[in-house]
């Protein structure tokens, strides 16, 4: 055990020593809910760059303490290790993240549910409880006309601003109620 650490703390592995041991505390100040984990992806297999900057941190000081003991490397040739360690780290991280990186989809896909709490403008003569459409802004501004019904009785005419409350997944339509004086393309949350 006595090699092992005085291999881990000589030249050139003492520096990746230095960087696992940042990378075990970020993992568990992450754990304990301290740090925030990097959500922002690296290029070396679009995972997050906490995954991939960490994986890449453990393959190299593995390749850099097995190069080390192996070669017993003067300070020249220990530079050449620490390089070619952090190359094989690189490789390594790349090659595990590859498959790793469909558990970290970019950006969540569209979903109806994103209308929710928006204004609409209702674009049919009438809105009742088995009939109407409106047409909704989204986020990015694209707009879509979409099928709408009312619980109530209220007078939702064309071009009525009216706010998207519910989704009724099995009726494939959304659910509103009429808003007076408001603009159709803002959301709720913009107030």
């Known amino acids: 055990m006595g090699q092992f650490f005085t291999a881990a703390l000589d030249f050139p592995v003492v520096l990746l020593t230095i960087l696992l041991v940042v990378v075990l505390v970020f993992w568990l100040l992450a754990a304990f809910g301290v740090a925030d984990t990097d959500w922002v992806e690296l290029d070396i297999g679009g995972v997050p760059a906490t995954v991939g900057a960490s994986l890449m941190v453990v393959f190299s000081w593995f390749a850099c303490l097995a190069g080390t003991v192996l070669l017993r490397p003067s300070t020249a040739v220990g530079a050449a290790v620490l390089a070619g360690s952090l190359v094989v780290g690189l490789v390594l991280a790349r090659l595990v993240m590859t498959p790793l990186k469909r558990l970290f989809p970019a950006d969540p896909p569209a979903s109806r549910l994103d209308f929710v709490g928006r204004r609409c403008v209702i674009r049919t003569g009438s809105v009742t409880q088995t009939f109407g459409q409106a047409e909704v802004t989204a986020e990015d501004g694209s707009s879509a006309v979409v099928q709408v019904r ?32 408001e603009s159709p393309t803002t959301s709720l949350g913009d107030h």
């Not at 109530?152 to 959304?174: C, M, Q, R």
């Open 150 to 181: 009312q619980p109530g009785g209220d007078a939702l005419t064309a071009g009525t601003a009216a706010v998207i409350f519910d989704y009724d997944a099995d009726g494939e339509f959304f659910w509103v109620a009429a808003l007076w004086n």
